[in-house]
């Protein structure tokens, strides 16, 4: 038997086209008599238009349409909620949000568009926008949490959570807020649309091009089964690609108006505005616990922003139901509607929030008690799940927590804060926990054995950038016992079997095992062939004589590889699809977890925090790719160390304007923000999420992050900082 | 982005000839496409002026000259400048990114715009970029904004690190028109926004900067740049200072102290200068001296905090140099 090269450092496949430029992205497509769309947004934050003057738009030089709402492209309402906007651009005349789409035109060329997109002249009915909180009373909507599980959990005879709470020991209140923050993936949102007839194709960027087939289909009225997207390669998504943001269904409808391909790429400005963003929210935590630390209630009412032209918001508190053990907790969820774009998820939408806030509280409660962080967290360990009794699939946050205490060296850790000081700069360290909900969905693959001695496998899943690719090509590689280079995976492409989206953490859990179904029935395919096609060898034996192993066909001493066989059976390939279920567990509770810890260096004179060591343990479940899987959570950390330290989009308050959006103002983490950063996995397979044992690794690693730095900041200065990003003004008087 | 005519004349005379109204010379670039492709510049003529023989970095007469054309990173790498004007190659080496500092020219450096996002969005009012129309920045977004030389007309800071070093160690331009040369002193060639924000230094449309002339003298080989920021890398000063000092048993015989992010123009600070002359080199000395740095301050909503990290970041600047503590 080879090696399984399961758990192995392995390349990425894709790696080589993506670094030589080679992988062709939907914004490099361009197929014949390609035209140009560009989007025309509004200057106001809110309001009505009352006049679009395009005239001198339509005049301009290869101009060949303008699209506005007293002119709009016909799109039918959106059915489904994919956590973009609610509605498809240009259908009314109300603008939500400064920036909305409120025109787009179509040229020979790029620039012409766009020039022609500035000589519009708009005129509107202002109303002041809402853009902060806690917005007008009347529009804050107490909203279901979407817990997995109840919202609320009381211990026998605790009649309230507040009752609860106000009979603790130790009491201990306070409030924890973050700002918009935006996903800013390399590439921008970009669809390239052409129109043979009456089927459509589109090039998009997509989380998961059944996605968008789904949302073409609804708002563009045309069979699913007409519509073909593909999108082999995502530069980035983090959530900001879940949704087919005003380009797609604009390039789409305005390709089969004009009878020519469209292509519509956001600028980056744009893509600020337009494709989503986190939305602000606020944490009011309060927790109770006995004099040695037991929690005995916590209640986080969460407060979330969502934009008035979509319907998603986060639900921020719900982190603290599964964290740690409390026989009462309560989460609560308030919506405040504002004139900004449309929120969406943004990598652990919940959680990367939610954890700051409980991860800071944890410390600032042991604190109080005189406890040790990890000993606070150790002392409320979640045996069970929370807030539903259920026991895990699998967890070993302690190893977790073990492990990394000893690598790291925490029990050198000074009690006390401002003990450190090296030079100029107080040094501190801090710790926070990560978990990140893990589950199974239903998938379908198809793999191919070709006579060239290859395998394909493929599916609708995208790869971001994740290592999907890579993923799919060691699992099939696995079990069809040939090499991985022997394997070409598709991604990307509707008219492949439906697979996972990339959403969730789930491309892995949910794809990997269908894979492996796939990779054992073309085997059975294959064989098959062997014995009925005349031309084999094995022609007329029994099936159950004749195995397959190492990408081999063999019986009674004669083996031949699959290419070698299917060549002399001049058949081109063999191919199955594999199914596997959505796994229906409801007896367990479902997570993967971990732990960071960190040093953070905060100067004594001028207060920059600076992160300068980190290391993070997680029990993730069975590894796939190690390689790629540590690039996931280092990728995670240093999101985590911008959401921490450096990003917030700002928001005029007049105007409803991002007054930074864009990549100059927008601060994201350089390199010489980021340390090596240490990561470990405990590799144990989750036995019940699947055979395979693969639970999720996408998210989880920014969870947990802006806790542990806020942490470390305030074991660093004594100075607990509620408010992200933690810039060095909140730290001078340190 | 706005049509445009093109020109990419080889002479300084032709290139001046060439200059009308709307007319807009083009060196790296890396600030006016920027800002071409923002709406905020739409000049209608662009004269390239990267063939003209602007080039060089030299000392002579007591001076070092860099020709307006020679590129950031040139100048930062350059032995004279590393060695007798450290304060120069560092605060070019800690401005934006390898790549822009590879285009970008000195003279365009001095001439960039301001980072106010405001000015950068033509869909908003701003003095600077359409007079009369207002300054958001007052009680907007204005945590990056200057707290010195601020008007209620414009509160932009000027961005140049290398200006701050350039200011701190009197620095003058050669201008040059069509009547020929004048020499300013980079000090005096910016103005303060008062109520006309849109004029912000001396030069006239129709004139080139052609050199950066800075004295030499003992001060500037021990020299340093601070610069205080969010990021590490790869943004705009929040504060920054620029120290030339001379010691003579632990006494502060001299110093040249300017500062950025702080000032609508690079902000020479005497008084600190002042403050510090004769008396030890200590930190006391070095906090009681920077607390006039920040005379007349005028904090806004979100860059209050400036007032303090101004004077903490001379503070640590003033120690570095001297190497005391
Ligand atoms: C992302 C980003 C980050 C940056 N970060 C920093 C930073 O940290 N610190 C910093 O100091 N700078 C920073 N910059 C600004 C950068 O240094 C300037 O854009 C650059 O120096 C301008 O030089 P240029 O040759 O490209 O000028 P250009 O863009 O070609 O010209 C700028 C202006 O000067 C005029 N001009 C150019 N040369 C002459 C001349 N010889 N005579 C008369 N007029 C002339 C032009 O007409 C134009 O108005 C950053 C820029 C960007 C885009
Ligand atoms: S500070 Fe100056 S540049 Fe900024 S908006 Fe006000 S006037 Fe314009």
Redesign the pocket.
Known sequence: MRATPIGQPVDRVDGRIKVTGAAVYAADNKPAGLTYGYIVTSTIGRGVITGMDTAAALASPGVLAVYTPFNPLKLFAYVQNQNDESAPPLQDKEVRFHGQTIGFVVAETWEQARDAASLIRTTYQQQPPVTAFPGPPAAMEKADTDAEGPDTVLATGVASVAQAVAAGEVTFTASYSTPVQHHCAMEPHATVATWNGDHLTAYTVTQGAVLSVRRLSETLGVDAAKIHVISPHVGGGFGGKWGNWAQVPLACAAAKALGRPVKAVLTREQVFTLAGHRPLTVQNLKMACTADGKLTAITNDGITSRGFAGSWSESVANWTLTTYASPSIQVTKTIVPLNLGAATVMRAPGEANGSFALESAMDELAERLGLDPLEMRMKNYATFVPNTGKPWSSKHLDECYRRGAEEFGWSKRPKKVRATVDGDWLVGTGMGTATYGASRGLASIKVRLSADGTASVSGTAADLGTGQYTVFAILAADVLGIPVDRVRPELGDSTSPTAANAGGSNSTCTNGPAVQVAAKAVQTELVALAVTNPKSPFHGKDPAEVVYRDGSVSSGGLTMSFGTLLTTCDVGSVEAVGTSPRLVDPEHGFRSFGVHFCEVRVHRWTGEPRVTRWLSVMDAGTIINVKAARSQIQGAVVMGIGQALLEATEVDQGTGRFANGNL?SYLVPVHADIPPIDVRFLDHPDPLISGLGAKGIGELGIVGVAGAIGNAVHHATGVRVRELPITLEKLLGS | MRAFDYAAPSSVDEALRLTKPGS???????????LMKLDVLTPDHVID?NRLP?NGIRLSDGHLRIG??ER?SAVAAHPTVMVHFPVISRALLL???GQ?RN???I???L??RTRCDYFRDVTAPCNKRQPGSGCPAQTGVNRTHAILGSSSSCAATH????AVAFVALEAMVVVRGRGGDRIVPLEDFYLLPGNTPQVENQ?GPD????EVRVPVSPLARQSTYLKIRDRQS???ALTSVAVALSLRRGVVLDARIAAGGVGTKPWRLRAVEDALKGNPAMEKTFSDAAESAVDGARPLAQNAFKVTLLKRTIVRALIDVAGVR
Not at chain 2, 159 to 162: E, I, L, N, P, R
């Open positions: 100059a | 807009a010379f083009l060196a790296g670039g890396t600030t006016l496409v920027d002026v602007l307006a054309l950031m401005s934006a990114s822009l285009m970008a020219s003279g365009g450096n001439l960039q961005a140049s690190d290398v030069l004139e080139l900067i052609v790869y943004e705009f």
